[in-house]
């Protein structure tokens, strides 16, 4: 079972209180420099004490904390109300602010072959506060390094987990970030791996967020996609494109558009007839926006990284169809917090891993 949400709790403790009691309380979250709920004077007193008894300030607290040694990411590995871990992410983007890449589940369902989360199997989804506090957390972390950019100004589902079968909770802190923070909906990029069945949903569902998309096709051959992402539904890739035109038309204004991501695996996805099968297929398809992730080494796993003259071949390729073909920055690489990299260890592993990594404990830098 889910722990409980701070609503819920809120409603059971305050069961008298007008509605719009639980609104100051979820804005007083957003209080820059509120520490905890001492420090919101919107409440009457009584009310603070009791909260402060009863309910947490943050859903999560970081066991460790790593900064890679470029100095422009940092992974959290978070601890849950119910001793479950998870990890959580942010990057320095490119125009000097920080894109925070949250987890919506503990581990994945999903198991891609290439990607660790999956390989850990999956353990819970997490609530909508424990996805929404992803944000407080690195936002308070962010005022404790005075000598950092402090803005968040974006939001990547591309954490652990599979959003789309979160979906509920998911929206929810999506909803709870654009009414309170200064986060625009079109810097908030929902990844889904493409469950059809969810994605369908999204399309008729008018509380959907104006937020960016962006679907993890790896393939745009079917049988290799179904070796690679193994929860491919048979005729995947025709109903994706189906699924990309209708899509366009109902939420087809300049918010709404579709990205799809493109891991690169050395002569698994990246041969230059794939690459014009996925220039083809994307054309057949209402978008033409494609990034191109270099696989990221994960523990165990046998696959590499294409060279940089196959990236390089690959891109042209896809240009040549017309498309606008973008190549993730690889980031937080040396500290395991790079895409597909992200899983709970046990503190051996931890252990083992931390000899080379930047660890920061308590705001005190270790070079271990
Ligand atoms: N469940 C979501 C989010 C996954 S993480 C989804 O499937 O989209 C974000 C991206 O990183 C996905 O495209 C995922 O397939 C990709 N990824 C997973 N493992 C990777 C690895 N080892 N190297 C590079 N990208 C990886």
Redesign the pocket.
Same mark, same amino acid.
């Given at each position: 079972m889910s722990p409980q949400t701070r609503e819920s709790l809120f409603r059971a403790l305050f069961p008298d209180e007008p509605a719009y009691r639980w609104k100051q309380v979820e804005q007083a979250l957003f209080t820059p420099n509120a520490k905890g709920w001492e420090d919101v004077k919107t409440l009457p007193k009584a009310m603070r004490e009791t909260l402060i008894d009863a309910m947490p300030w943050i859903t999560c607290r970081a066991e460790r904390m790593y900064r890679s040694h470029s100095d422009d990411t940092f992974k959290a590995v978070l601890i849950a109300a119910d001793g479950k871990r998870f990890e959580s992410v942010l990057m320095l983007n490119k125009r000097g602010q920080w894109t925070i890449c949250v987890s919506s589940q503990i581990g !994945?369902a =999903?198991k /891609?072959t &290439? /990607?660790?989360t999956g390989a850990m199997g999956f353990k819970r989804s997490l609530t909508s506060d424990e996805i929404m506090d992803q944000y407080r957390f690195w936002q308070a972390h962010l005022r404790t390094q005075p000598s950092l950019a402090t803005r968040i100004s974006n939001v990547v &589902? =591309?954490g652990m *987990?599979?959003?789309m079968t979160n979906y509920d909770n998911v929206k929810k802190a999506i909803h709870t970030w654009l009414e309170y923070t200064d986060i625009g909906p079109t810097r908030i990029t929902v990844? @889904? $791996?493409g469950v059809i069945m969810q994605m369908e949903k999204l399309l008729t569902d008018d509380d959907w967020p104006p937020v960016r998309v962006?679907v993890?096709l790896?393939s745009a051959n079917q049988q290799r996609r179904e070796e690679i992402v193994p929860t491919t539904v048979p005729e995947f890739l025709k109903k994706l494109a189906d699924w990309s035109h209708r899509y366009a038309k109902l939420k087809g204004n300049q918010r709404h558009h579709i990205t799809y991501?493109y @891991?690169l695996i050395t002569g698994v996805n990246d041969t230059l007839e794939l690459a014009h099968e996925l220039g083809r297929y994307i054309r057949k398809t209402a978008a033409s926006k494609i990034n191109l992730?270099p696989?990221?080494p $994960?523990a165990g796993k046998t696959f590499s990284r294409s060279s940089d003259q196959r990236i390089d071949a690959f891109k042209q390729i896809l240009r040549d169809y017309g498309l606008d073909v973008t190549q993730r920055k690889t980031m937080g690489d040396d500290i395991a917090a790079? !895409? *597909?990299?992200l899983i709970t260890e046990t503190p051996a592993e931890t252990e083992a891993k931390d000899r080379g990594r930047i660890v920061l404990d308590m705001g005190r830098t270790d070079h271990a």
């Open positions: !994945c =999903m /891609c &290439f /990607c660790a &589902f =591309m *987990g599979e959003p990844s @889904t $791996v962006a993890s790896h991501e @891991t992730i696989y990221n $994960v790079a !895409c *597909g990299q």
